[in-house]
Every structure is written in C-alpha cells, then in structure tokens.
C-alpha cells in the first residue's frame, strides 16, 4: 500500500480518534453540583440546562465530525480528487484557472454539506436552549455573502500562491510568504470597515454616562480609538461578547447590543479595561508575529512537497499540479498543525490571564470584572468544569474559575 496513503489516512484517524475521546471525556466530567461561586448566579434548573446544552452541543458534534471523517475518507479512497480534477481541466484553461475551479469546487461542496448541520446547530439547538435569533433570511444572506467574500479573498491569495509557484525559483516559498503576510495585513486593517459591515451594524454608542465612563477610561491608559460602537448580535443570538477591531488611530470598541443590555457600567467598563490589556502588553502584536513566522514554516515544508509523486497516487491522481499539491499539503501537514494550536491555545490562555490582570490593576474594580464573567457565563451556558484534556487542546481562554481566582489574587 502506498506509504504516503497510509500516513494520510492515519492522521485523519488520530485527530478523529483523540477529538472522540477528548469530548466523551469532557461531558463525563460534568459536575452535577453547581460551584459556590456560582451560587446566586446559575438557578439550579439553568445550572441544568447549561449541562444538557453541553451534551447536546457535543453529541451532534461528535455525529457530524463521524459523517464528514467517512465523506472524506471515501472521497479519498474512491478518487473524488482526480474526477474534480477532470472537470477542472476539462475546461481547458491554464494552472491558475484550473486551479481556481478545483478549488472552488472542493469548497463549494464542502460548503454544502456543512449546511443541513449548521441548519440544525442553529434552528434546532440554539433554538432550543433560547439563543437563535437568526431569520431564514439572516442565515441564507450570510451563508451568500460568505462564500462570495471568502472566493473573491480565497481566490485572490490562491492565485497568488500559484503563480509565485509556477512563475519564480526554487525561493518561491518566501515570495509567496512575503506576499501572503501583506495581502493578510492589508485584509486586518480594511475589514472593519469593508467586511464586518457586511454582516452587522456597528452604531456609534449613543451618549450618555456609559461612554463617557468607557472614553474616561481609555483616556486614563492613553488608549487612542475612534470611537465605541454597538453592534447588534442580538440579530442572530442573545449571547453576548465584546472585542476591539482596527489598529492605530482606527481602533473602535465594539460591545454586542446585548452585552450592554445585561451588564453595569463598571462591568463593562472591566471588560473593556481586560481588551485594552491586550494592547497595551502587546499580545495582538505577539499573536501577529507568531502567526506569520508559522505560515512561513509552512510553506517552506510545502516547497519539499510540491507534485510529489507518492502523494498523488495516495490521492488516486492521474496529473501531478501545484494546485492539487496546496490542496493535499494541508492533510500531511495536520499534524504540525495541530501541534502549532495548542501552542497557540497555551499562549493564548496565559494571555487572558494577563489582560485580567491589567483589568485588575487598573481599573480596580475587581468585583464588577467577576461579576460580569459570571453574567456572561450564565448567559452563554458555559461549561463550568471542563476536562483538563479538552481546555489544554482547544480553549483559548481559562475556564472562568480559574480566571475567577486568579483576578481575586492579584486584587489582594
């Protein structure tokens, strides 16, 4: 059997394997009693519900990630690239047109067979447990509006990342490097203002003494922004979240409609007291450049991979291209990918810990900050007692408790 085949197939099982475990080990892990912390927050039958919400969540997961691992073994195994790959040659055009339609044949596939599950994450699940606020329309134009946005972006870096390839030397990897981090850049500071409209409405916050309280603080930490800004989540869900957007001058707060709804002004003032940290102790800064520096490993390790011909076979293939070779790295790359994310996930909790502590020490209002991680822990259902397993693999943040601990130590 063909060795490239047999390493392609095992790591698609490993990452199933360990996900299935991981998962069946977070929802045993579930504690029936409610933390005393959380008393007088979580009542005892929400405190339930967010359990069964986990399980449920979970479970379809699980169902879903079994039906697309079978889809994708199968199409592996019965030569679903190489017919795909017919039809893209069929059309008679050059690489990077052909390597265009191939993959956005593959993507618009992929993008219909994860349609009935978001369908039933969304109109079923959230439905149920009291978050969906999403309209068939909502959810039919955002799926639209995605795939057009994601084939003009997709396209465009696709192609690019051909014709370095194709066009210059044995150096095509960094030209292709040097590009991408521009082109992704470029994207960072425009999709502000060009591409999250699409999807939302960002109002400035009307005034009043939130704003002035939230633009008070910021003065206070030298923080430069243009503005603050409601965006209105409540269009498709009643979880609530905040976050930064832009750089420079160009920064704005955006707080959900339905954050600023359930919270006091010092809790939210926290909240934005703990994103500010992340600029101020530079963490957006770290998380770009470890980003950059990964995406060039990867395509140094791709340039060893191009057309090779073991690989191709694995995949049933009758041509060998550079399109096809991108396509089928990203199989054999899993791996360090994988290993890349959890990194990313360590860093990125030790991260949160710190702007924590930023929030702490300079707002110094710790009471309001725990008291705005509870509301918006009952409000999101979250789990309260993850396994150790899945929050060292996936979380980005700590578990709240954690966090809760943690912001009572350094207010002492």
């Known amino acids: 059997m063909?060795?490239?085949?047999?390493?392609?197939?095992?790591?698609?099982?490993?990452?199933?394997?360990?996900?299935?475990?991981v998962e069946i080990l977070n929802i045993k892990y579930v504690n029936p009693r409610l933390p005393e912390e959380l008393i007088g927050y979580y009542e005892a039958e929400k405190y339930k519900k967010s359990q069964l919400y986990l399980?449920?969540?979970?479970?379809?997961?699980?169902?879903?990630?079994?039906?697309?691992?079978?889809?994708?073994?199968?199409?592996?195994?019965?030569?679903?690239?190489?017919l795909v790959d017919g039809i893209a040659r069929g059309f008679g055009y050059g690489t990077i047109i052909s390597g265009l339609i191939f993959l956005g044949i593959l993507m618009?596939?992929?993008?219909?067979?994860?349609?009935?599950?978001?369908?039933?994450?969304?109109?079923?699940?959230?439905?149920?447990?009291?978050?969906?606020?999403?309209?068939?329309?909502?959810?039919?134009?955002?799926?639209?509006?995605?795939?057009?946005?994601?084939?003009?972006?997709?396209?465009?870096?696709?192609?690019?990342?051909?014709?370095?390839?194709?066009?210059?030397?044995?150096?095509?990897?960094?030209?292709?490097?040097?590009?991408?981090?521009?082109?992704?850049?470029?994207l960072m500071f425009i999709a502000p203002v060009v591409i999250m409209p699409l999807f939302?409405?960002?109002?400035?916050?009307?005034?009043?003494?939130?704003?002035?309280?939230?633009?008070?603080?910021?003065?206070?930490?030298?923080?430069?922004?243009?503005?603050?800004?409601?965006?209105?989540?409540?269009?498709?869900?009643?979880?609530?979240?905040?976050?930064?957007?832009?750089?420079?001058?160009?920064?704005?707060?955006?707080?959900?409609?339905?954050l600023i709804a359930k919270h006091t002004t010092d809790e939210l003032v926290s909240v934005l007291a703990h994103e500010i940290g992340h600029y101020k102790k530079k963490h957006i800064l770290k998380s770009i450049f470890i980003s950059i520096a990964t995406t060039g490993l990867m395509f140094f390790v791709l340039s060893f991979f191009l057309n090779n011909p073991g690989v191709f076979a694995a995949f049933k293939m009758k041509h060998t291209s550079i399109y096809a070779s991108l396509v089928f790295f990203g199989f054999?790359?899993?791996?360090?990918?994988?290993?890349?994310?959890?990194?990313?996930?360590?860093?990125?909790?030790?991260?949160?810990?710190?702007?924590?502590?930023?929030?702490?020490e300079t707002y110094k209002k710790p009471d309001a900050f725990i008291d705005a991680l509870k509301k918006l822990t009952v409000d999101n259902l979250s789990n309260l007692t993850p396994h150790p397993a899945k929050v060292f693999l996936a979380y980005s943040h700590p578990p709240v408790l954690l966090r809760i601990k943690a912001i009572r130590n350094y207010a002492k």
Not at 336 to 353: P, Q
């Open 108 to 186: 618009l596939a992929s993008q219909i067979l994860n349609i009935p599950f978001s369908v039933y994450q969304t109109f079923v699940i959230e439905q149920k447990y009291g978050f969906n606020k999403t309209t068939i329309k909502t959810f039919i134009a955002d799926i639209v509006k995605g795939m057009l946005i994601g084939a003009l972006i997709g396209g465009i870096a696709f192609a690019g990342i051909l014709w370095f390839f194709e066009k210059t030397s044995s150096l095509a990897w960094l030209y292709c490097w040097t590009a991408l981090t521009v082109f992704q850049l470029f």
């Open 200 to 258: 939302n409405k960002f109002i400035p916050l009307e005034d009043g003494a939130l704003k002035q309280t939230l633009e008070k603080y910021a003065r206070t930490q030298n923080f430069k922004m243009q503005g603050v800004f409601t965006m209105d989540g409540s269009r498709r869900s009643t979880k609530s979240n905040a976050f930064f957007t832009g750089f420079g001058k160009f920064r704005r707060i955006a707080l959900f409609d339905t």
């Open 55 to 82: 399980k449920e969540k979970t479970n379809f997961s699980l169902i879903e990630d079994t039906l697309m691992t079978v889809i994708t073994v199968g199409f592996i195994l019965y030569g679903g690239f190489n």
């Open 332 to 360: 054999v790359y899993a791996p360090i990918n994988m290993l890349f994310s959890i990194v990313g996930s360590i860093l990125s909790r030790k991260h949160e810990y710190e702007a924590d502590r930023f929030a702490v």
């Open 2 to 21: 063909n060795k490239y085949l047999v390493l392609i197939l095992g790591i698609i099982l490993f990452k199933y394997l360990l996900n299935l475990i």
